[in-house]
C-alpha cells in the first residue's frame, strides 16, 4: 500500500505564494506520474498538474499555467507543487495523486490519493 500525506496549505493573501509538499510512503511507483487535483467548494475535483518519474514531462492546467509548478525529489519520495500569483479561484483542497493513468486532461485513473491540505486566497 502507499500513503500519501500533503502539507504546506495556509491562508494567504491575493499575489502571494505557497510550496505544498506531498510525501510518499509505503510501495513506490518508479517511473509513474504523480499531481495534484484541488476541490473548490461547491465544485467537481479538477486536475492541476502532474510529473513524470524522471521529471522530464510536466502537465498544468490552464488555469494555472505560468504560475503554479510541479517537481519532486526521488530521494526523497517528495512531489512539490509551487504555487505563486494566488488568486482568490485557487481557493480549495488540494489533493496529492498517485499515480496517475489513462488521459492526464480529460479523463485521469487514480490509484492513491492524500488527505488533501486546505488553501486559502483571500482578496
Known amino acids: 500500500q502507499v500513503q500519501l500525506v500533503e502539507s504546506g496549505g495556509g491562508l494567504v493573501q491575493a499575489g502571494g505564494s505557497l510550496r505544498l509538499s506531498c510525501a510518499a510512503s509505503?510501495?513506490?511507483?518508479?517511473?509513474?506520474?504523480m499531481g495534484w487535483f484541488r476541490q473548490a467548494p461547491g465544485k467537481e475535483r479538477e486536475f492541476v498538474t502532474a510529473?513524470?518519474?524522471?521529471?522530464?514531462?510536466?502537465y498544468y492546467a490552464d488555469s494555472v499555467k505560468g504560475r503554479f509548478t510541479i517537481s519532486r525529489d526521488n530521494a526523497k519520495n517528495t512531489v512539490y507543487l509551487q504555487m505563486n500569483s494566488l488568486k482568490p479561484e485557487d481557493t480549495a483542497v488540494y489533493y496529492c495523486?498517485?499515480?496517475?493513468?489513462?488521459?492526464?486532461?480529460?479523463?485521469?485513473?487514480?490509484?492513491?490519493w492524500g488527505q488533501g491540505t486546505q488553501v486559502t486566497v483571500s482578496s
Open positions: 495523486a498517485a499515480p496517475i493513468r489513462g488521459a492526464i486532461f480529460s479523463n485521469p485513473l487514480v490509484d492513491y
Open positions: 509505503g510501495r513506490t511507483f518508479s517511473s509513474n506520474t
Open positions: 510529473i513524470n518519474w524522471s521529471g522530464s514531462s510536466t
